[in-house]
């Protein structure tokens, strides 16, 4: 599984913004309807939590490079890793329920 330092990060972004082209380009502008709004919230959510992984991911590099990441004092790591993990499901969460409820509804 991919994570912090293992670049899980660019691929987060490069996944995020995959998605909200595709959505844009489609036609989802937030301007358009409820559904597009919605969707565009979702997806810019996404994105905050995209930033945030890569604030806190750069802060646990520059903590490792200073020698402050020790096994005795690991609370950044076990942090990142928790954040990463809820933004990678909540993620997924919202990829499916943007790719099911319009099926769902007809």
């Known amino acids: 599984v991919a994570g912090p ?6 691929r987060a972004a490069v996944g995020f913004a995959a998605n909200a082209w595709g959505h844009w380009d489609a036609g989802l502008q937030p301007k358009a309807n409820a559904w597009s709004a919605t969707v565009m919230t979702l997806v810019g959510y996404q994105g905050l939590h995209v930033v945030v992984i890569t604030l806190m991911a750069a802060y ?3 903590r490792f490079a200073s020698g402050r990441l020790r096994p005795n004092a690991r609370a950044t790591l076990d942090n990142t890793v928790l954040f990463w993990q809820y933004a990678a499901v909540q993620g997924a969460l919202t990829v499916a329920a ?3 409820l319009p099926r769902l509804l007809g």
């Open 98 to 100: 943007v790719q099911a």
């Open 5 to 10: 330092g293992r670049s899980g990060v660019p």
């Open 60 to 62: 646990l590099i520059g």
